[in-house]
């Protein structure tokens, strides 16, 4: 008893360590700059959500106007009410809950990694998440795009909940699960796991734990589901199926409607969201004329399309080692697949049969899969016109070549790696106290492999941000790879040392990192005031010394087509609107111009800005043609930003 209780206490004594080591460092590097940087405007809802819920209890039923134009889930204003209760600056509200969750992230990954590869493993499968440019990146915000958080605690309760056969952990998983789609509804791929757990190892489920889940659940989504039964479930019925069109007549909704928008440097077919706001992808609408053979190869085109291009999606943050993002997702498959094998040949009816054999059947499958997925049926089944271009060509050829060498090489080291499966399947686990580790790392690949592989199918093509709450789990085969498995074959310890250090290289040579700690050397961590907020301080100065707390306050910036797009959806949204919450919060100034555009002919002042900000995407921005007004005079200047004022003529 007392060494199980030391055994517990050093464990948790890794644990603290990991996350409060790595997650101040990353908190650190993803705040660094915080007073340089503007207002988000898509967290405007969710902040003003949670004001409402602070004032007067009134309980968040609506998130942002999400790609779809429709209302998204408005669980992040919950954890926006804490940094409210703190901070006073408005760029900061987001801070308290987006650490909590972040560290708690970490915390989920050192637990899972640990169990199933190990505390190497876990250690550095806390520094490639924490560290990296996805960790850093929800560090600092709850930008709604799905929270790593409750995929990996949902995973951790599922290996639970089949390695200790106990429904309390099933009913922890979907009860996480659910808050996180609160929070985003781009965790539906995870609730796949949960299925796909129960037809492999068929745990008896209790009823009781489940009822509790499903209260949870009911919970934690009335006021969102009440808010859709007034709406015809229009906003919920688009997040699911994908498809919504974009509002045809926003203008109507402007105050000025014959202004028109130019994009500064192209844009995605004029809207600034994803290039398919229907939801639908190229074989959702096929022609009625298409046969059904046709039709088969077009929807195989799709998948193919979507499969393809996501693959590499968190496995290709910049980094200055060339290749490196196919290095990483080698590793990670590399894992997945020698877990899955390990799982496959101890199945009863597998075990049973010579491994010899059965590398040699796996080796035979990848040689005649190599001769028949060939230039030829590529181009009959995936190119529209029966033709590829010669780089597909290559890439094919290549394919096919890998593969079948792979085949080969299988065939002549079947043997070796037999005995290699033998050494991975020995009991050394039992000495770090892990005797159950190959049956956790099936678990595990199922958790890991099946979300992954529902996400690529699904998921548009070039939505890569729609993939980043993968990473946290993806992160941990990568460790394996360096970690464990150079371990299990006894490798010298040097050899998994600097193996961790490359990877280590791999993932943190993204230049944002080397600019954020220049910038810290070079200002300070918090960094030098941002120009609009300064432009904004400005303005409110000169209201203050009038005694006022209302204006007409205009602006003419670069904003992204969206913000003045969705006003029809929701009058908050317009060019300019989290500029009116810095004030609103800040300063306790209300903003009387409520246009669209950002501008009306009453405003007393008005912010020009003149170019984009360094932070600012320019493929996504729009101007407006806003024709000179001579009665502005500007009366200060902040960087790109001019703050003007009206003069008004004698007598008026």
Same mark, same amino acid.
């Given at each position: 008893?007392?060494?199980?209780?030391?055994?517990?206490?050093?464990?948790?004594?890794?644990?603290?360590?990991?996350?409060?080591?790595?997650?101040?460092?990353?908190?650190?590097?993803?705040?660094?700059?915080?007073?340089?940087?503007?207002?988000?405007?898509?967290?405007?809802?969710?902040?003003?959500?949670?004001?409402?819920?602070?004032?007067?209890?009134?309980?968040?039923?609506?998130?942002?106007?999400?790609?779809?134009?429709?209302?998204?889930?408005?669980?992040?204003?919950?954890?926006?009410?804490?940094?409210?209760?703190?901070?006073?600056?408005?760029?900061?509200?987001?801070?308290?809950?987006?650490?909590?969750?972040?560290?708690?992230?970490?915390?989920?990954?050192?637990?899972?990694?640990?169990?199933?590869?190990?505390?190497?493993?876990?250690?550095?499968?806390?520094?490639?998440?924490?560290?990296?440019?996805?960790?850093?990146?929800?560090?600092?915000?709850?930008?709604?795009?799905?929270?790593?958080?409750?995929?990996?605690?949902?995973?951790?309760?599922?290996?639970?909940?089949?390695?200790?056969?106990?429904?309390?952990?099933?009913? @922890?998983?979907?009860?996480?699960?659910?808050?996180?789609?609160?929070?985003?509804?781009?965790?539906?791929?995870?609730?796949?796991?949960?299925?796909?757990?129960?037809?492999?190892?068929?745990?008896?489920?209790?009823?009781?734990?489940?009822?509790? @889940?499903?209260?949870?659940?009911?919970?934690?989504?009335?006021?969102?589901?009440?808010?859709?039964?007034?709406?015809?479930?229009?906003?919920?019925?688009?997040?699911?199926?994908?498809?919504?069109?974009?509002?045809?007549?926003?203008?109507? @909704?402007?105050?000025?409607?014959?202004?028109?928008?130019?994009?500064?440097?192209?844009?995605?077919?004029?809207?600034?969201?994803?290039?398919?706001?229907?939801?639908?992808?190229?074989?959702?609408?096929?022609?009625?004329?298409?046969?059904?053979?046709?039709?088969?190869?077009?929807?195989?085109?799709?998948?193919?399309?979507?499969?393809?291009?996501?693959?590499?999606?968190?496995?290709?943050?910049?980094?200055?080692?060339?290749?490196?993002?196919?290095?990483?997702?080698?590793?990670?498959?590399?894992?997945?697949?020698?877990?899955?094998?390990?799982?496959?040949?101890?199945?009863?009816?597998?075990?049973?049969?010579?491994?010899?054999?059965?590398?040699?059947?796996?080796?035979?499958?990848?040689?005649?899969?190599?001769?028949?997925?060939?230039?030829?049926?590529?181009?009959?089944?995936?190119?529209?016109?029966?033709?590829?271009?010669?780089?597909?060509?290559?890439?094919?050829?290549?394919?096919?070549?890998?593969?079948?060498?792979?085949?080969?090489?299988?065939?002549?080291?079947?043997?070796?790696?037999?005995?290699?499966?033998?050494?991975?399947?020995?009991?050394?686990?039992?000495?770090?106290?892990?005797?159950?580790?190959?049956?956790?790392?099936?678990?595990?690949?199922?958790?890991?492999?099946?979300?992954?592989?529902?996400?690529?199918?699904?998921?548009?093509?070039?939505?890569?941000?729609?993939?980043?709450?993968?990473?946290?789990?993806?992160?941990?085969?990568?460790?394996?790879?360096?970690?464990?498995?150079?371990?299990?074959?006894?490798?010298?310890?040097?050899?998994?040392?600097?193996?961790?250090?490359?990877?280590?290289?791999?993932?943190?040579?993204?230049?944002?990192?080397?600019?954020?700690?220049?910038?810290?050397?070079?200002?300070?961590?918090?960094?030098?005031?941002?120009?609009?907020?300064?432009?904004?301080?400005?303005?409110?100065?000169?209201?203050?010394?009038?005694?006022?707390?209302?204006? @007409?306050?205009?602006?003419?910036?670069?904003?992204?087509?969206?913000?003045?797009?969705?006003?029809?959806?929701?009058?908050?949204?317009?060019?300019?609107?989290?500029?009116?919450?810095?004030?609103?919060?800040?300063?306790?100034?209300?903003?009387?111009?409520?246009?669209?555009?950002?501008?009306?002919?009453?405003?007393?002042?008005?912010?020009?800005?003149?170019?984009?900000?360094?932070?600012?995407?320019?493929?996504?921005?729009?101007?407006?043609?806003?024709?000179?007004?001579?009665?502005?005079?500007?009366?200060?200047?902040?960087?790109?930003?001019?703050?003007?004022?009206?003069?008004?003529?004698?007598?008026?």
């Amino acid at each position: 008893m007392d060494f199980r209780s030391a055994f517990v206490r050093k464990d948790s004594i890794h644990l603290i360590l990991a996350v409060l080591v790595i997650g101040t460092i990353g908190v650190l590097l993803a705040l660094q700059g915080w007073n340089s940087r503007s207002m988000i405007f898509d967290n405007l809802n969710f902040i003003d959500a949670a004001d409402q819920l602070l004032k007067d209890g009134t309980l968040p039923d609506r998130g942002d106007v999400s790609s779809y134009w429709v209302f998204a889930t408005p669980g992040p204003a919950w954890f926006m009410v804490p940094g409210m209760l703190v901070f006073s600056d408005p760029r900061l509200y987001e801070v308290i809950g987006s650490v909590f969750l972040y560290a708690g992230t970490l915390a989920g990954i050192f637990l899972i990694a640990r169990m199933c590869f190990g505390v190497r493993c876990a250690y550095l499968s806390v520094a490639l998440f924490g560290l990296s440019r996805i960790g850093i990146f929800y560090a600092a915000t709850l930008w709604s795009i799905g929270h790593p958080f409750f995929y990996i605690w949902a995973a951790y309760f599922c290996i639970r909940w089949i390695k200790e056969q106990n429904s309390n952990y099933l009913a @922890a998983a979907i009860s996480v699960w659910s808050i996180g789609m609160y929070v985003d509804m781009v965790l539906a791929p995870a609730a796949f796991m949960f299925p796909a757990l129960w037809l492999i190892y068929r745990p008896r489920l209790k009823l009781a734990p489940l009822a509790v @889940a499903a209260a949870i659940t009911a919970v934690t989504w009335f006021p969102y589901i009440r808010l859709q039964v007034e709406r015809d479930f229009v906003d919920l019925k688009s997040l699911v199926m994908r498809q919504h069109d974009r509002p045809v007549d926003f203008k109507q @909704a402007w105050c000025q409607p014959a202004l028109t928008a130019h994009a500064l440097v192209g844009d995605r077919n004029d809207t600034g969201s994803e290039s398919l706001l229907s939801g639908n992808d190229s074989t959702s609408e096929l022609p009625a004329q298409l046969t059904m053979y046709e039709g088969i190869k077009s929807r195989i085109r799709g998948v193919y399309g979507k499969f393809s291009g996501g693959l590499l999606y968190n496995f290709d943050q910049p980094s200055k080692i060339p290749g490196s993002e196919l290095i990483l997702l080698i590793l990670a498959l590399a894992t997945l697949v020698g877990v899955a094998i390990r799982a496959l040949l101890s199945v009863r009816f597998v075990a049973g049969l010579d491994r010899r054999f059965c590398l040699a059947v796996l080796a035979w499958l990848a040689i005649v899969f190599a001769l028949l997925v060939n230039e030829y049926t590529v181009a009959h089944f995936l190119s529209v016109n029966g033709s590829l271009s010669s780089s597909t060509v290559a890439s094919i050829r290549i394919g096919q070549t890998i593969l079948f060498i792979c085949g080969l090489l299988l065939l002549w080291t079947r043997t070796m790696l037999s005995g290699f499966l033998d050494r991975m399947s020995s009991n050394r686990s039992a000495e770090n106290g892990n005797p159950d580790s190959a049956a956790n790392q099936a678990m595990f690949a199922v958790v890991a492999a099946v979300p992954w592989f529902v996400m690529l199918m699904i998921a548009e093509h070039g939505t890569d941000n729609r993939f980043w709450w993968l990473w946290s789990i993806q992160v941990i085969p990568i460790a394996a790879a360096v970690t464990y498995i150079p371990e299990r074959l006894g490798w010298p310890r040097i050899t998994a040392s600097l193996a961790s250090i490359g990877v280590l290289m791999m993932l943190l040579t993204y230049p944002e990192l080397g600019s954020r700690l220049e910038a810290w050397s070079g200002s300070g961590w918090s960094g030098p005031r941002a120009n609009d907020v300064e432009a904004l301080d400005y303005v409110a100065e000169q209201m203050k010394v009038d005694g006022k707390k209302t204006a @007409a306050i205009g602006y003419q910036i670069f904003f992204q087509n969206y913000m003045a797009v969705s006003h029809i959806v929701d009058p908050r949204y317009k060019v300019g609107g989290e500029l009116d919450l810095f004030l609103r919060d800040r300063f306790g100034i209300t903003n009387l111009d409520k246009c669209a555009e950002g501008i009306s002919s009453e405003d007393e002042y008005r912010i020009v800005q003149l170019t984009p900000r360094l932070t600012q995407t320019r493929s996504y921005l729009q101007s407006l043609d806003i024709p000179f007004d001579p009665r502005y005079r500007q009366i200060k200047q902040f960087g790109p930003y001019q703050v003007l004022k009206v003069e008004r003529l004698s007598g008026n």
